[in-house]
């Protein structure tokens, strides 16, 4: 080693000697070379001479120590960005949802009877107000509010900076002709319950206040309602609303705008997509397009769940219970969360007489084995419940009485005023019953005895047919289907005195949830004679063929409370017909009288008395049976980050944070 420095060293003195010219002396010339440079070591450009000096080993040697050093410099720069450079979120990326159902209309007036609609009108909408990720209200279109000492008036500031995304200013004008919609009863709003009797009006372009008659504790939350532009809708007509082009390719204010959709040959909606809206006057969000892409089912090769576990999909806005275990996967990440939301069966009383009966309805719900519903149709992923005040509210009550599932006791109800009878005794009654409604529906065919021959042909059919009266043919297909409706492992069944069998239509809707938990209802009641007829409808035809006239006995449906307390809108008389949403069509003046007085309650301790005396009127006269309130659980593939909501109060919610969702990401320097 030594050899080999004496080498390096004399050689770098060869190279200065040769840089000054030739008549100094190499000892002065060296002297000389050190006060000019003033350093002794090789300058950058001597370096590259080394090889002449050394031996081929030790230019080995040297040449390894010069990788080393090198791979020492990119691993430390490595480590050096790794540690002071994060990955952030970057704009762009397409996020695409798997949704069943399709949008009906995309209108904020409207879209509270279809989840669909409030998925999108959330994202193409704002409002004075919204929710944030933990389900907080916050200010979106407001700057600013006040709240009047005897809480009934409502004064908002608004943001100077919003537009919509056509381009045009939002103004005071949206907002009075938004609630100014909401409250013609033309347009039919199912929200026009929420703002009867308010007084809105405008002080100026950019300030609106809304005046309540009683004080309203929960109007504020009423206010996250999305904003029409006056501009776009002010020329159509209130009746005509329903109609308009404008309800799916919407001009909103939100953080997403339309884009463009997809159609099939039959007009049905299969994609629908949004793109940011650059101009957005709050955070800008990350992802470039929202898509949804609508499917007819969750399950088989072309449903929802195969497409996300295809990748095909980059999220399902609903993973069922019985499908979860298939959507489980190492790329899926499950988002599960509680809903203010519960299942119950409602039973229409104007619509069957029998239901008007107070021991028929005792009987049917002693004969639910609510439990079982739970373990079986959401796979125990929710609660029992026995009231419709749920956990959290004010006047829940841990302790209140229960009706204990009993098929001897629903048995014994039942048996005072409705005999048992065999399956042939039901057999001859409902044929019976089926004989004289024919006739009552067709008097003159009934008198014909006797049908003409046909003599243009003599075919046995033609025979057959000239023997035949309109009464025996109805006879036939009236017998085709007793044999089709009639069920072998329902032992016996009911009539009362008057010979009317009891049987109930129960309505549901055509989802794996309601149908498993539809089937084991109708299961129990069959237990008690109790024939039920059970009628499955598409999620999207639920709101047009069902809750408009209320075409059932009995409906098992999901209903959404949402934030705010508040049950007017289920229980009150006044909202017993479209777009009311009391589904039992339940009418008690001591009832409504409640319901008014917690509308204008804000003591807490007042009003969870109130809601405790509310319950049990209702839960006296057993308008329904209350089964039990189910969890959310919606699914991502792992593309996705930046999903933090926690609290939801209706499956939208979990689009409060969308602005904050991305794909893509780049690197930042931590200072």
Known sequence: MLSFVKKISKFI????????????????????MRRVHQKKLPHVKQLFHVGHVLSSRERRIFRLSFLVLFIGLIWYGVEFVANNRIPVPARGGKYVEAVVGSPQLINPVFASSNDVDM??????????????EKNGLIKDLAASYEVSVDKKVYTFELRKDVIWHDGEPLTARDILFTFDTIQNILVGSPLAVSFQGVKVSALDDYTVRFEL??????????????????????????????????????????????KRLSKDGTGHIFTYELSRFEKFYSEVAFLQDFVFQFYPEYENDTGAVQALRAQKVTGLNFVPKNLRDRVDRKHIVLHTMQLPQYSALFFNQSRNEILKNAEVREALTYAIDKDRVLREAVKGEGKVINSPVLPGFPGYNVDLEKIQFSLDKANEVLDKNWP??????????????????????????AKVTSTPANTATGTENNLA?????????AEVEIDKKLDEEFNNAQTFYRKDKSGKILVLDLVTSDNEESKWAAELVAGFWQEIGVKTNLKFVAPRDILRDVLKNHEYDVL??????????????????????????????????????????????????????????MQETILADR??????????????????????????SHPSDRLNDVNTWYMKTKGEWKW
């Open 13 to 32: 003195q060869r190279l200065r000697i040769k840089q000054v010219d030739s008549f100094v002396s190499k000892k002065h010339d060296l002297k000389l």
């Open 119 to 132: 998925d999108i009108t959330r994202l193409v909408f704002s409002g004075l107000l919204r929710y944030n």
């Open 213 to 258: 008659a009683e004080p309203f504790a929960p109007f504020l939350s009423s206010l996250t309602v999305g904003i029409l532009p006056e501009h776009v809708w002010y020329n159509v007509a209130p009746e005509q609303m329903r109609l308009a082009q404008m309800n799916i390719e919407p001009v909103g204010s939100g953080p997403f705008q339309f």
């Open 420 to 445: 048992r009878i065999s399956g042939d005794e039901y057999k001859k009654l409902r044929r019976e019953n089926l004989i004289k409604e024919w006739e009552t529906g067709n008097p003159e065919l």
């Open 465 to 473: 047919n000239s023997t035949s009266t309109p009464r025996s043919l």
């Open 556 to 613: 098992l449906y999901g209903v959404i409370i949402g934030n705010d307390p508040d049950q007017y809108a289920f229980w009150h008389s006044s909202q017993i017909d479209y777009p009311g949403l009391n589904l039992s069509r339940y009418v008690n003046r001591n009832a409504d009288a409640l319901l008014t007085k917690i509308r204008e309650t804000t003591d807490e301790t007042q009003l969870a008395d109130l809601y405790k005396k």
């Open 623 to 648: 308008p329904a049976i209350f089964l039990y309130i189910p969890t959310y659980t919606y699914a991502t593939t792992d593309q996705i980050k930046g999903v933090d909501v926690t609290n939801i």
